[in-house]
């Protein structure tokens, strides 16, 4: 079985985040990288199945040289190789269009990506992906399982969970509690470094959005205490002041 795993560059959640330029540009400045989460669940099920089934797993990262770090961290969990499409990912569409291009290439069984990335929370690189190359695209996804060249998985949806089989190949938005996140031991550290990464040029510069601006959410606000005799008080406050009521 030969899959394919795309994984994020994103801040850590701990991480203080800031931007220059007149909040126009994100400032990187002391803030510590991770593979995203949801890409996380999805390597570690990637070498799971192949584990169970051989052949070999492929991370891909569409980022700059300063994502190698994280690439490699990818391929100490387990991966055999990875690619990097050397460009600025700042467009789901652009990053779709340059998965599909590898996905076109490559004859994979199975294309694996988290159900979002944790940076611009889109959640739509996975259905680009699968439009893109005429693929059945599936989203989120909490169990997966391989049998001979079919795939039945468990997606979420709104009030429980629904079950499905889909041929290979196909893409998957994975989510928790598809697999346990793995953490590389140090022969699997060792081993990265050897292990080949293949850089690649984008193969189109096209894209449908360009970042404005940011902005960061409103401060917190004082906490109000109300003792158990102020039940009047604390309603009018839900209402008047927090708005949720």
Partial sequence: MKILVCITHVPDTTSKVSFTDNNTKFDPTSVQYIIG??????????????????GSVTVINVGEAETEPTIRKALAIGADDAIRINAN????????????????????????M????????GGQVHGMVGELVGMPSISP?????????TAKLAREIEGGKEQLEVKLPFIAGCQEPIAEWKIPNMRGIMMARKKPLDVREPTSDEQMTDTVRYELPPPKGEVKMFSADELDGLVQALKNEANVL
């Fill in 89 to 112: 990912p700042t467009d789901s569409f652009f990053v779709a269009q340059q998965i599909a291009s590898v996905v076109k290439d490559g004859a994979y069984d199975l294309i694996l």
């Fill in 37 to 54: 989460p949801y890409d996380d669940y999805s390597l570690a099920r990637a070498i799971e199945l192949k584990e169970q089934h051989g």
């Fill in 114 to 121: 988290g159900r979002e990335s944790i940076d611009y929370n």
């Fill in 141 to 149: 996804v909490m169990q997966l399982d391989i049998e001979g060249d």
